[in-house]
């Protein structure tokens, strides 16, 4: 699993922040997701473990670190969500930013976070949407929102191609999974 590194955009990537994540097909069906975030606690919301993690919508709105993917030459997608706080969310999108619904072939995510003085991690395991289970090949982004202690949030991707912060852009699914 080879980590890459993401940059925030526009006037945030000035930010001191480190923000390293990796993605790995552990087999057909699961991936294995890692994001590591070097920021110190105080100028961060990383949220805290919920007794009852559940799909929920908007998680983008805080700290949420997210996967986009698909099949080459289709214009299906699909974003997956991933909160510290346990919660999380995977939807299925017919084009660019068309028809959002949640993806029913998937109806648990494990995963697990952990946040120090200046180390947050989170790890997750996430089912495949059945779709795309026997692709060989799939596109990829790996991207993150972060909530900073004062409200704002940085967007943070591989690679922004355009003139705004937009994950659903697809020049920026430039990973091969």
């Not at 998937?106 to 200046?118: E, P, T, Y």
């Not at 795309?132 to 940085?154: D, K």
Request: with cysteine; net charge negative.
């Amino acid at each position: 699993m080879t980590c890459q590194q993401l940059t925030a955009f526009g006037d945030d990537s000035a930010l001191p922040w480190q923000l390293r994540a990796s993605i790995k097909r552990l087999d057909q069906g699961i991936l294995a997701l890692d994001y590591e975030l070097l920021a110190p606690s105080d100028q961060l919301i990383w949220p805290g473990a919920t007794a009852s993690p559940e799909r929920r919508d908007e998680l983008w709105q805080s700290t949420c670190l997210e996967l986009f993917i698909a099949q080459p030459n289709e214009p299906r997608y699909w974003e997956i969500n991933l909160s510290p706080s346990g919660d999380w969310n995977v939807y299925r999108l017919d084009g660019y930013r068309q028809v959002l619904q949640a993806e029913p072939s998937i109806q648990h995510i494990k995963l697990s976070s952990q946040s120090a003085a200046d180390r947050h991690q989170l790890d997750a395991r996430v089912e495949l949407p059945r779709v795309l289970r026997q692709v060989a090949l799939l596109e990829a982004s790996l991207c993150a929102v972060l909530q900073h202690a004062n409200g704002s949030n940085s967007y943070w991707a591989l690679c922004h191609p355009g003139s705004e912060a937009d994950f659903h852009a697809r020049a920026g699914f430039v990973l091969e999974v």
